[in-house]
């Protein structure tokens, strides 16, 4: 778990089963836009809670909503929030099995309204430690849609570059074939 930060409004720790409701309310408008992850539009709700949820020495975790929207930094944006309101998830697993075990994959998923407040790092930063603690040596992600350019971004401000892209891998409901990066980072 992450030390409660007040000025971000958040803390980050492992998921429990009971905010399986929290994290399908974030996932489930994400997968059907089917415009960053490469998951069926219609996964159903069951087969996302098997593939989310993680086995040691995978992780699944949470950021939840600290103080209620009324401690030191806090913004109009965040009145309206519970503490311990899911605010956004990720997972971390291991990229392959065998020989390949020692890389770790994650995905990451942040409610809309919190977009654009450094969630998405945090989540990252602290799959980046859980992987370190658990042994894994470096972490590769498989599919990052080009155009989601805050992504990108992000995780190039993490230490990660792009190995690859495979052209026109993935079809955007919107903007049809773009690529998916391979992007990688030692820990």
């Known amino acids: 778990m992450t030390e409660p930060d007040p000025a971000a409004g958040w803390t980050i720790r492992e998921a429990r089963p009971e905010d399986w409701p929290g994290i399908w309310a974030i996932l489930e408008p994400v997968i059907r836009a089917g415009e960053t992850f490469t998951w069926d539009r219609d996964t159903a709700e069951a087969e996302a809670r098997g593939r989310w949820f993680k086995e040691a020495p995978g992780q699944t975790f949470v950021a939840v ?13 965040d009145a ?7 605010l956004g998830t990720g997972e971390l697993h ?8 020692h890389v770790a994959n ?4 942040v409610h809309p309204a919190q977009a654009g407040r450094g969630l998405a790092r945090a989540l990252c930063a602290y799959s980046l430690d859980a992987a370190r603690d658990a ?3 470096a972490m590769q992600f498989n ?21 690859a892209t495979i052209p026109e891998a ?5 903007l049809g074939y773009v690529g998916l990066h391979v992007m990688y980072r030692k820990l």
């Not at 009324?70 to 913004?75: F, L, Q, Y």
């Not at 291991?94 to 075990?101: A, D, K, L, T, V």
């Not at 994650?106 to 998923?109: E, H, S, T």
């Not at 599919?143 to 190995?163: D, I, Q, T």
């Open 170 to 174: 993935f079809n955007r409901p919107e």
């Open 135 to 137: 042994g894994f040596r």
């Open 80 to 86: 309206s929030r519970a503490a311990g309101e899911i």
């Open 94 to 101: 291991p990229n392959q099995g065998g020989g390949g075990s």
């Open 143 to 163: 599919a990052v849609v080009e155009s989601n350019f805050r992504a990108v971004a992000a995780w190039k401000s993490m230490g990660f570059e792009v190995l």
């Open 65 to 77: 909503a600290v103080g209620g929207g009324d401690g030191p930094g806090d913004g109009p944006a």
């Open 106 to 109: 994650a995905g990451y998923m």
